[in-house]
């Protein structure tokens, strides 16, 4: 198999599974296509469109941010204020995925929803 950019002998599309493995991962890409969102803003987002579902415990959302911040996805601007600000955004990477995302977007839009 082919080496990737971080050294790991994978297959593409196992690597590109692990990259958005998790409940939240796709969801937070895409809902700051828009621009930097802080944390409280995300969260929100988050619970948008998603009938039925409980609130996103703030543990589960960290570890989100902070494992797409690690694959160089999102972009972690602290303000170093009182109380904390902090904004994520899409680097250019992260802006990479948008076109994949919409297509999934697209399709589940045709195929998916009534």
């Known amino acids: 198999m082919p080496s990737t950019r971080r050294g ?4 593409p599309i196992t690597a590109f599974q692990a990259l958005i493995s998790g409940k939240y991962k796709i969801r937070i890409m895409w809902d700051l296509q828009g621009g930097p ?3 409280s803003e995300l969260r929100r ?3 948008r469109g998603a ?5 996103i415990p ?3 959302l960290s570890r989100e941010l902070k494992a797409l911040t690690e694959m160089d996805m999102l972009a972690r601007k602290d303000y170093g204020e009182v ?4 904004e994520y ?4 990477q992260g ?9 999934m977007h697209r399709w589940g839009v045709r195929h998916l929803l009534d």
Do not use: D
């Open 83 to 86: 109380p904390p600000k902090v």
């Open 51 to 55: 009938v039925g579902t409980e609130e």
């Open 37 to 39: 969102l802080r944390y």
């Open 95 to 103: 802006k990479s995925v948008i076109p994949v995302i919409a297509m």
């Open 8 to 11: 790991r002998s994978e297959c």
């Open 89 to 92: 955004s899409l680097t250019k």
């Open 58 to 60: 703030a543990r589960v």
């Open 45 to 47: 987002g988050l619970l």
